[in-house]
């Protein structure tokens, strides 16, 4: 019995359904850890089909190709002259009995020499696992060159059912392996979990998470070791790929300890919120294949946030930046686009839109007889833009990048196939509050891996003047909206707290506004529904958490706040 181990992490970035670059991946993270002596190389859930795979993973011509490549990546764990390899720990779906389970397998000797399934399926947020997969039973640990790892996987580490069964199993090492989606205050929850574990059980345990995009999901690795003290012994990075080695030894009393190592320190505040957006973004440029993206640069500040996340995210060279003024549009909004471009590096197309509005316009004045002009005449000129954007994305091929912030998207304040156009959004669960935040954080700091230039990217112009649409004369957004900092407050209390009316009232907001954001937020869920996808950054994003119905007939600010409560 060994009485030293050395445990290689590898906090990896997979694709949904691209089994050969996951396998790959797979691969090189085994010879990284061959090459540093590893007894063994854990990676995280679902590794090897990517993670969440939904609906794909039940089709069989899938899962036989999965697991075809799975017993040839078990080959790299054959003794051979050269001594014996490290052994591999890794997520991956697992056919058996008639039913699918997320599963852990054990890769040792040339072969599958254990398996284990996950246990709690969650089913709330971004998670549906019980429509897909099978729960398995609650299990004992893997036999594994003598010692006993208690493998978890993700939700299991949530509840103290599953460490109890492992510990009282004889398990020496907890091992979660994690496809753990980012969002706010997440990296707490998992530290807080991972301590109940740890107390309870009296066990060291190792942390595996994934790194990259997904969709609307960004992951952001933070993987850990914490001894049986819950004292870190080693934490990893965050929204990068790396292979980690950690050293174990066995105390007298049988004790397994990882010896002290390197802790990084995570971000935290706009820096970490921008990271998630340029993660989110670069990912899914890369994983679909855009050639880079098209945005429409309007001279406000969400579109120029936008761009500099893109050009972060992608470098100057793949973002294409088009102005397209009416005559509704300010000198001003015509400066701030062109000094935004130049910050940022990026060349700056510029189409007027005046034209095909007088065209669509003129085509319409018979059908529009009698009826005075109102938004129907501004909706055209954001359509119109839309037709521009998307016929240069077709000419191209480069994806176009929606702009529009939560706040706007809470409230319909966006027009549908227009300013709502797009193959993806970086700031669609990003308050408006927080995008002038995160964009005076930009201006100055330079996040880590950022392709664009240091200093100022965003125009303090931009940043100073009121917000507006720009599609009537001397228009602000405050004219249809409450101002954003009270909007945002009772926005959050909807929808991330879903609190009552009544509730948010007595907190201190004017009865009528809350009422009036609730008729918003509800009205305009049609709108969302056709919206791009974009980085989920909250608890609780519109697509993928946040699921209400269209047709809605509830409204609560009849029952809390017509009656007087609250008020």
């Known amino acids: 019995m060994a009485d030293n181990l050395r445990i290689a992490i590898a906090q990896l970035n997979p694709t949904v359904g691209d089994l050969e670059g996951n396998f790959d991946l797979l691969r090189r993270a085994h010879q990284r850890a061959a090459e540093d002596r590893a007894d063994i190389l854990i990676a995280s859930e679902l590794v090897s089909v990517g993670y969440p795979p939904e609906d794909l993973v039940l089709k069989g011509a899938f899962q036989r190709d999965n697991a075809d490549r799975l017993r040839d990546l078990a080959r790299l764990t054959e003794t051979a002259a ?12 697992w056919v058996a009995d008639g039913g699918l389970y997320n599963a852990a397998a054990l890769l040792d000797d040339g072969a599958v020499q254990a398996v284990r399934y996950k246990h709690h399926l969650p089913n709330y947020g971004v998670f549906d696992e019980k429509r897909i997969f099978r729960a398995g039973p609650l299990s004992g640990p893997m036999d594994f060159r003598g010692t006993r790892l208690g493998v978890m996987i993700c939700e299991d580490m949530w509840s103290g059912e599953v460490t109890r069964r492992l510990e009282e199993a004889g398990a020496g090492i907890l091992v979660v392996i994690n496809g753990s989606p980012y969002e706010e205050d997440k990296r707490d929850q998992r530290l807080s979990y991972a301590s109940a574990r740890v107390v309870e059980s009296g066990l060291p345990l190792i942390y595996v998470n994934q790194v990259g995009g997904q969709d609307e999901l960004v992951f ?9 003290s819950r004292r870190p012994a080693r934490q990893l990075g965050s929204w990068r790929t790396e292979v980690v080695s950690s050293d174990w030894s066995r105390g007298p009393e049988g004790g397994w300890q990882c010896a002290p190592g390197e802790i990084e320190k995570p971000l935290e505040g706009p820096a970490l919120t921008y990271r998630a957006m340029m993660l989110g973004l670069h990912d899914y440029v890369e994983k679909n294949r ?10 406000g500040i969400d579109s120029a946030l936008s761009a500099a996340v893109a050009v972060d995210a992608l470098g100057a060279d793949r973002v294409r930046a088009v102005m397209m003024p009416s005559r509704f549009t300010s000198a001003d909004s015509l400066a701030d686009a062109g000094e935004c471009a130049r910050l940022l590096g990026i060349g700056l197309d510029t189409v007027s839109i005046e034209g095909m509005v007088a065209a669509s316009q003129a085509a319409l004045d018979p059908v529009f007889a009698g009826y005075a002009p109102d938004t129907t005449e501004e909706n055209i000129q954001a359509r119109v833009r839309a037709i521009i954007l998307m016929a240069m994305s077709n000419k191209f091929g480069a994806m176009l990048l929606s702009t529009g912030n939560k706040s706007e998207m809470s409230v319909g304040y966006t027009t549908l196939y227009g300013d709502l ?6 700031l ?17 700091a330079v996040p880590a891996a950022a392709r664009g230039p240091s200093g100022p990217v965003i125009p303090a112009n931009i940043l100073d ?6 599609l009537r004369p001397e228009q602000t957004d405050q004219d249809s909206l409450p101002p954003y900092d009270v909007l945002d407050a009772i926005l959050r209390a909807l929808v991330e707290e879903e609190k009552a009316v009544s509730d948010i009232v007595a907190i201190g907001h004017p009865a009528e506004t809350v009422a009036r954001v609730e008729r918003m937020l509800y009205g305009a869920e049609y709108k969302r529904r056709q919206a791009p996808p974009g980085v989920k950054l909250t608890s609780r994003n519109f697509g993928r958490d946040r699921r209400y119905p269209i047709t809605n007939g509830f409204r609560d600010a009849r029952r809390g706040v017509d009656r007087g409560q609250g008020e």
Do not use: H, M, Q
């Open 465 to 470: 003047k009121p917000p507006s649409a720009e």
């Open 220 to 228: 952001d690795g933070l993987s850990f070791v914490l001894n049986a």
């Open 82 to 93: 050269g001594g014996r390899p490290p052994a591999l720990l890794l997520g991956t779906p």
């Open 428 to 444: 669609k669960d990003v308050y408006k509050t927080d995008v002038y935040a995160i964009s005076a954080w930009r201006n100055g």
């Open 421 to 426: 156009c797009g193959g993806y959004s970086v």
């Open 290 to 299: 855009f050639p880079g993206v098209i945005i429409g640069l309007s001279g």
